[in-house]
């Protein structure tokens, strides 16, 4: 454990939003540079030459050249216990939660359970470069106990709740209006704001909360302004039909949750494909996010996000793996296909865009550009080290790239996990060793 650390490398971080493929204004990128980490904070980035300056004689050098440094990935909407649902063959939506994700999820009533997945999870997101993840857990406290304790072992800036979910479920998943909205507070009271632990208040979706526990989750939010708001919106048609049977007064689906309060610029929203006009521009108003899921909408058949459409529309947009409906834990496998899901509509992902949209624009829609998402000083320097040539099909494409839009776009097209070479959380290294750097 050293107090101060040089990592050496090229460093690319973002500034701001792209506006196209040419916007070489938005980001900052140094061929040789470097990144000094005091107690798990960053004090400079930039030119080597620059930062070695400031860094005192005692500092641990690492060496990553020719490797790429990057600010931590971030994930905005992921359920953890549904690491042994990912993969399961099912029919749409409402199938696959009653037929594989409920009972999986029944499992969670077990400390023991609860912890050694919640284990394997920061393992696994880890080991695909993500840093930070904005996670639903099970209906159980002890899940969300599990989730925060191994998140703060490792010093992790996380995202959780657990689910708030009444009715249309069996009983092993069910809370109640009243012990959903207890445990809520209790869990908040613990968890929140200790260490690098944040909150999120998680009425699972509409079609498994009654009017009363969505009340509850309402009262939550008025009293805890300081936590998040996460739920689903707007996935699946058979869904948004059970919806408006469920809650007939409702104008639409987002209107369920706009009655309890449950809108704003906290609130995190997973899919979002089918909106009405109304619905968009109320997003819009009420600074809303709306998470894109592309591996999770493409495996569930849920339907094509229209990002053009809400960006015209100023919603705020947030993209994220929604294991285990998503089919994988790399915000680089999201990125590709979350390209391929805007091709289908004539629109058109650019690699500048896609970086930054894993980095500073998912920590924007966090509210946590404060803190993550960057390698501006006094942020907290969760780093990710990618290989652009890890595999012999990328080492040979590598070959003929001349840009750094275009390595970028390889990165996102081939690469995964195999990409990561090291992630670091605080300043600290969480990957057992450093593979050797080929050619540059
Ligand atoms: N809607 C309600 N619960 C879930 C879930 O676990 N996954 C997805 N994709 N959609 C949901
Ligand atoms: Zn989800």
Known sequence: ????????????????????????????????????????????????????????????????????????????????????????WAAQLLDWLNTYTFPEEGKFADPAHATRIAGAFFDELLRHGTTTAAAFCSVHQASADAFFSAAHQRNLRMIGGKVMMDRNAPDSVCDTPESGYRDTKALIERWHGKGRGLYAITPRFAITSTPEQMAMAGALAAEHPECYVQTHLSENHDEISLTAELYPDAEDYLNVYERYGLLGPRSLFGHCLHLSEREISVMAQTGSVAVFCPTSNLFLGSGLYDEAGLRTQNVRRAIATDIGGGTSYSMLRTLDEGYKVLQMQRQRLHPLKSFYWITLGNARCLSLEDKIGTLDPETEADIVVLNSRATSAMALRMETVTSLSEELFVLQTLGDDRAICQTYVAGEPTQQSVPEATDS
């Open 1 to 88: 454990m050293s107090a101060e650390r040089l990592l050496r490398g090229r460093v690319l971080s973002f500034l701001d939003e792209p506006d196209g493929v040419e916007d070489t204004s938005v980001y900052r990128y140094c061929e040789d540079g470097a990144v000094l980490i005091r107690d798990g904070i960053i004090v400079a980035s930039g030119d080597h030459a620059d930062v070695a300056l400031r860094a005192s004689e005692t500092a641990q050098i690492i060496d990553h050249r020719p490797y790429l440094l990057m600010p931590g990935f971030i994930d905005t909407h992921v359920h953890f216990p549904q690491m042994q649902v990912i993969a399961s």
